[in-house]
């Protein structure tokens, strides 16, 4: 099947990434690696009217570790975290990113990790979902941005 017609928005700007969102509400949907929203909307599941596709957004690709902590954009991918990715280059404790890396290889298969993102995975709120559960073990702090500012919501174990 193919899905209903949408209006398609690539922003290159987180600005005005949140912007396009508010102007349209309910009737827009965010596309990260589209790896659960792509299928959902060509079954129809989802009629979004306007796509808001994040991919060009380089900001939310940020992977870096500011005063002992690690931070992750959004749009990183899922593949980031495994051997070979961006991961690498940081100097993370060994036992953290032998964690993440070996979390992040049981995602689904190679083209569900190069495309999918940790943000799409947290959204997306399944209970099943690695990144979720990882989230809540390690007390993370997820911030979320609308145009109206910036907040941050504790996911905490303790
Ligand atoms: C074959 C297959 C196997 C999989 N196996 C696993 C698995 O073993 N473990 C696992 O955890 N997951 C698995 N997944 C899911 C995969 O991890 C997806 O990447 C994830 O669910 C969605 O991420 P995405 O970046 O593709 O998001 P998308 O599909 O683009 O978006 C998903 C939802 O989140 C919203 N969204 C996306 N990004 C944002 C954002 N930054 N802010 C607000 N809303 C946002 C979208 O509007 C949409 O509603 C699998 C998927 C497939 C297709």
């Not at 975290?81 to 404790?93: D, M, Q, R, T, Y």
């Not at 947290?122 to 990882?134: D, F, M, T």
């Amino acid at each position: 099947m193919y899905p209903a017609s949408f209006r398609y928005h690539r922003p290159s700007g987180l600005h005005d990434a949140l912007e396009l969102l508010s102007r349209h509400r309910a009737d827009a949907a965010v596309l990260a690696g589209g790896q659960s929203l792509v299928p959902r909307m060509n079954l129809r599941q989802a009629t979004p009217k306007n796509i808001v596709d994040l991919n060009r957004i380089a900001e939310l690709s940020k992977l870096a570790v500011a005063d002992d902590v690690l931070e992750i954009g959004a749009m990183v991918r899922h593949q980031s975290f495994c051997h070979e990715g961006a991961i690498g280059v940081l100097s993370l404790p060994s036992n953290l990113a032998e964690l993440l890396g070996r979390m992040a290889g049981a995602i689904g298969n190679l083209p569900v990790r190069l495309r999918g993102t940790i943000g799409g995975s947290l959204a997306n709120a399944s209970p099943k979902a690695q990144w979720a559960l990882l989230s809540f073990l390690l007390d993370a702090d997820i911030m979320i941005e609308n145009a109206g500012g910036r907040a941050a919501s504790a996911i905490r174990n303790s």
